[in-house]
Protein backbone atom coordinates (compact mmCIF):
# COMPACT_ATOMS: atom_id res chain seq x y z
CA UNK A 1 0.00 0.00 0.00
CA UNK A 2 1.31 4.12 -0.61
CA UNK A 3 1.71 5.85 2.04
CA UNK A 4 2.84 9.51 2.40
CA UNK A 5 4.43 10.83 5.74
CA UNK A 6 4.69 14.35 6.13
CA UNK A 7 6.29 15.35 9.75
CA UNK A 8 6.19 18.84 10.27
CA UNK A 9 2.65 20.33 10.31
CA UNK A 10 3.87 24.09 11.02
CA UNK A 11 7.03 25.47 9.71
CA UNK A 12 8.12 29.42 9.69
CA UNK A 13 10.25 30.72 7.59
CA UNK A 14 11.91 34.44 7.60
CA UNK A 15 11.08 35.88 3.74
CA UNK A 16 13.76 35.76 0.96
CA UNK A 17 15.48 32.83 3.54
CA UNK A 18 14.88 29.19 1.86
CA UNK A 19 12.99 26.46 3.38
CA UNK A 20 12.69 22.63 3.34
CA UNK A 21 9.50 20.87 3.84
CA UNK A 22 9.76 17.04 4.38
CA UNK A 23 8.47 13.89 2.74
CA UNK A 24 9.00 10.71 2.89
CA UNK A 25 7.08 8.19 1.02
CA UNK A 26 5.84 4.30 1.17
CA UNK A 27 5.37 2.29 -2.09
CA UNK A 28 6.36 -0.97 -3.39
CA UNK A 29 6.12 -0.32 -7.35
CA UNK A 30 8.83 0.10 -9.03
CA UNK A 31 7.58 3.43 -11.01
CA UNK A 32 6.08 6.40 -9.59
CA UNK A 33 5.84 9.96 -9.81
CA UNK A 34 6.04 12.19 -6.75
CA UNK A 35 3.93 15.55 -6.74
CA UNK A 36 4.18 18.85 -4.30
CA UNK A 37 0.81 20.92 -4.85
CA UNK A 38 0.29 24.27 -2.87
CA UNK A 39 -2.94 25.02 -1.46
CA UNK A 40 -3.53 28.59 0.16
CA UNK A 41 -6.39 29.94 2.22
CA UNK A 42 -8.29 30.51 -1.08
CA UNK A 43 -8.64 26.87 -1.31
CA UNK A 44 -7.54 25.82 -4.65
CA UNK A 45 -4.80 22.82 -5.42
CA UNK A 46 -1.89 24.51 -6.98
CA UNK A 47 0.63 21.88 -8.87
CA UNK A 48 3.99 22.73 -7.96
CA UNK A 49 6.24 20.28 -9.21
CA UNK A 50 6.58 16.86 -10.42
CA UNK A 51 9.25 14.05 -9.65
CA UNK A 52 9.12 10.63 -11.94
CA UNK A 53 10.93 7.82 -9.93
CA UNK A 54 13.88 7.17 -12.93
CA UNK A 55 14.23 10.47 -13.51
CA UNK A 56 17.96 10.93 -12.94
CA UNK A 57 18.11 14.27 -12.14
CA UNK A 58 16.28 16.45 -9.50
CA UNK A 59 13.23 18.15 -10.80
CA UNK A 60 13.25 22.05 -10.21
CA UNK A 61 10.23 24.65 -11.02
CA UNK A 62 11.89 28.50 -10.92
CA UNK A 63 12.26 28.58 -6.90
CA UNK A 64 11.16 25.21 -6.33
CA UNK A 65 13.17 22.18 -6.22
CA UNK A 66 12.59 18.25 -5.28
CA UNK A 67 15.56 16.99 -3.36
CA UNK A 68 14.95 13.43 -4.49
CA UNK A 69 16.58 10.30 -2.07
CA UNK A 70 15.09 7.24 -3.77
CA UNK A 71 17.25 5.09 -0.97
CA UNK A 72 15.89 6.91 1.30
CA UNK A 73 12.26 6.93 0.08
CA UNK A 74 12.50 11.00 0.44
CA UNK A 75 10.98 13.81 -1.88
CA UNK A 76 11.62 16.93 0.04
CA UNK A 77 10.41 20.71 -1.45
CA UNK A 78 12.89 23.57 -1.50
CA UNK A 79 11.53 26.43 -1.66
CA UNK A 80 14.71 29.33 -2.09
CA UNK A 81 13.90 32.90 -1.12
CA UNK A 82 10.53 32.70 0.34
CA UNK A 83 7.93 35.36 -0.51
CA UNK A 84 4.78 36.57 1.87
CA UNK A 85 2.92 34.82 -1.16
CA UNK A 86 4.41 31.16 0.08
CA UNK A 87 2.12 31.15 2.73
CA UNK A 88 -0.26 27.94 2.35
CA UNK A 89 -0.62 24.68 2.67
CA UNK A 90 1.88 22.13 0.91
CA UNK A 91 0.83 18.99 0.23
CA UNK A 92 3.38 15.70 -1.32
CA UNK A 93 1.31 13.54 -3.25
CA UNK A 94 2.25 9.88 -5.07
CA UNK A 95 0.96 8.07 -7.99
CA UNK A 96 1.64 4.70 -8.72
CA UNK A 97 2.62 3.93 -12.65
CA UNK A 98 0.83 0.76 -12.95
CA UNK A 99 -2.15 2.40 -15.05
CA UNK A 100 -2.07 5.53 -17.17
CA UNK A 101 -4.74 6.53 -14.79
CA UNK A 102 -3.62 5.28 -11.24
CA UNK A 103 -4.80 8.33 -8.49
CA UNK A 104 -2.63 10.29 -7.02
CA UNK A 105 -2.74 10.01 -3.09
CA UNK A 106 -1.86 12.61 -0.27
CA UNK A 107 0.30 13.37 2.32
CA UNK A 108 -1.60 15.03 5.65
CA UNK A 109 0.61 18.72 4.67
CA UNK A 110 2.42 21.15 6.08
CA UNK A 111 1.19 25.11 6.87
CA UNK A 112 3.53 27.07 5.91
CA UNK A 113 4.17 30.74 7.09
CA UNK A 114 6.33 33.37 5.75
CA UNK A 115 7.28 36.11 8.09
CA UNK A 116 8.27 39.48 6.99
CA UNK B 1 -4.18 28.69 -18.94
CA UNK B 2 -6.56 25.63 -19.34
CA UNK B 3 -8.47 24.84 -16.42
CA UNK B 4 -10.52 22.44 -14.63
CA UNK B 5 -14.12 24.19 -13.83
CA UNK B 6 -16.22 23.31 -11.05
CA UNK B 7 -19.45 24.75 -10.14
CA UNK B 8 -21.20 25.67 -7.79
CA UNK B 9 -18.45 27.27 -5.46
CA UNK B 10 -20.62 26.78 -2.50
CA UNK B 11 -23.74 24.35 -1.95
CA UNK B 12 -25.80 24.54 1.31
CA UNK B 13 -28.31 21.54 0.99
CA UNK B 14 -30.58 19.87 3.98
CA UNK B 15 -29.42 16.34 5.25
CA UNK B 16 -30.93 13.32 3.16
CA UNK B 17 -31.84 15.94 0.12
CA UNK B 18 -29.35 14.79 -3.38
CA UNK B 19 -26.84 17.12 -4.83
CA UNK B 20 -24.99 17.39 -8.01
CA UNK B 21 -21.54 18.45 -7.96
CA UNK B 22 -20.79 19.66 -11.47
CA UNK B 23 -17.35 19.84 -13.21
CA UNK B 24 -15.99 20.74 -16.65
CA UNK B 25 -12.42 18.69 -17.05
CA UNK B 26 -9.71 19.98 -19.67
CA UNK B 27 -10.62 19.45 -23.32
CA UNK B 28 -7.87 17.26 -24.05
CA UNK B 29 -7.48 15.01 -20.85
CA UNK B 30 -8.54 11.80 -20.89
CA UNK B 31 -8.60 10.70 -17.06
CA UNK B 32 -10.93 12.41 -14.22
CA UNK B 33 -11.13 12.45 -10.45
CA UNK B 34 -12.90 13.15 -7.26
CA UNK B 35 -11.45 14.03 -4.03
CA UNK B 36 -12.81 15.56 -0.76
CA UNK B 37 -11.19 17.64 1.66
CA UNK B 38 -12.96 17.63 5.00
CA UNK B 39 -11.70 21.29 6.90
CA UNK B 40 -8.08 20.93 7.63
CA UNK B 41 -7.72 17.75 6.80
CA UNK B 42 -6.08 15.42 4.09
CA UNK B 43 -7.33 15.32 0.40
CA UNK B 44 -9.01 11.81 -0.19
CA UNK B 45 -9.44 10.41 -3.15
CA UNK B 46 -13.55 9.08 -4.01
CA UNK B 47 -13.20 8.29 -7.89
CA UNK B 48 -11.59 7.96 -10.90
CA UNK B 49 -13.35 7.96 -14.36
CA UNK B 50 -12.05 6.67 -17.49
CA UNK B 51 -12.95 5.84 -20.80
CA UNK B 52 -16.77 6.35 -19.46
CA UNK B 53 -16.39 3.94 -16.45
CA UNK B 54 -15.21 4.10 -12.91
CA UNK B 55 -11.71 2.53 -12.93
CA UNK B 56 -10.99 2.84 -9.19
CA UNK B 57 -13.10 3.94 -6.15
CA UNK B 58 -11.97 4.18 -2.54
CA UNK B 59 -14.54 3.14 0.27
CA UNK B 60 -15.72 6.45 0.88
CA UNK B 61 -17.49 6.16 -2.40
CA UNK B 62 -20.53 3.66 -1.50
CA UNK B 63 -23.79 3.42 -3.01
CA UNK B 64 -24.62 7.04 -1.94
CA UNK B 65 -22.01 8.34 -4.60
CA UNK B 66 -22.06 8.03 -8.15
CA UNK B 67 -20.37 9.66 -11.01
CA UNK B 68 -21.18 10.62 -14.42
CA UNK B 69 -20.02 11.83 -18.10
CA UNK B 70 -23.24 12.80 -19.64
CA UNK B 71 -22.28 14.68 -22.43
CA UNK B 72 -18.75 14.46 -23.29
CA UNK B 73 -17.86 17.56 -21.46
CA UNK B 74 -19.40 17.53 -18.11
CA UNK B 75 -17.88 15.30 -15.07
CA UNK B 76 -20.88 14.89 -12.27
CA UNK B 77 -20.63 13.54 -8.83
CA UNK B 78 -23.84 13.31 -7.57
CA UNK B 79 -24.78 12.14 -4.05
CA UNK B 80 -28.14 10.81 -3.36
CA UNK B 81 -28.86 11.35 0.47
CA UNK B 82 -26.58 13.66 1.96
CA UNK B 83 -25.52 13.35 5.47
CA UNK B 84 -24.04 15.99 7.76
CA UNK B 85 -20.54 14.30 7.87
CA UNK B 86 -20.74 14.70 3.99
CA UNK B 87 -19.71 18.29 4.39
CA UNK B 88 -16.34 19.11 2.95
CA UNK B 89 -14.51 20.62 -0.11
CA UNK B 90 -15.38 18.06 -3.45
CA UNK B 91 -12.60 18.76 -5.88
CA UNK B 92 -12.25 17.90 -9.61
CA UNK B 93 -9.16 16.87 -10.90
CA UNK B 94 -8.21 15.75 -14.78
CA UNK B 95 -4.75 14.99 -16.28
CA UNK B 96 -3.31 14.51 -19.74
CA UNK B 97 0.22 13.57 -18.72
CA UNK B 98 1.54 13.06 -15.20
CA UNK B 99 4.72 14.96 -15.69
CA UNK B 100 2.01 18.35 -16.30
CA UNK B 101 0.60 17.46 -12.72
CA UNK B 102 -2.88 16.56 -11.97
CA UNK B 103 -4.65 19.70 -12.67
CA UNK B 104 -7.20 20.56 -9.68
CA UNK B 105 -10.32 22.43 -10.02
CA UNK B 106 -11.06 25.26 -7.60
CA UNK B 107 -13.52 23.29 -5.54
CA UNK B 108 -17.27 23.40 -4.30
CA UNK B 109 -17.54 23.61 -0.34
CA UNK B 110 -20.75 21.39 0.22
CA UNK B 111 -22.33 21.82 3.41
CA UNK B 112 -24.97 19.74 4.55
CA UNK B 113 -26.98 21.51 7.65
Known amino acids: AQKITQTQPGMFVQEKEAVTLDCTYDTSDPSYGLFWYKQPSSGEMIFLIY??????QNATEGRYSLNFQKARKSANLVISASQLGDSAMYFC?????????????FGPGTSLSVIP | EPEVTQTPSHQVTQMGQEVILRCVPI?????FYWYRQILGQKVEFLVS????????KSEIFDDQFSVERPDGSNFTLKIRSTKLEDSAMYFCASILDRSYGYTFGSGTRLTVV
Open chain 1, 93 to 105: AMSNMKTSYDKVI
Open chain 2, 27 to 31: SNHLY
Open chain 2, 49 to 56: FYNNEISE
Open chain 1, 51 to 56: QGSYDQ
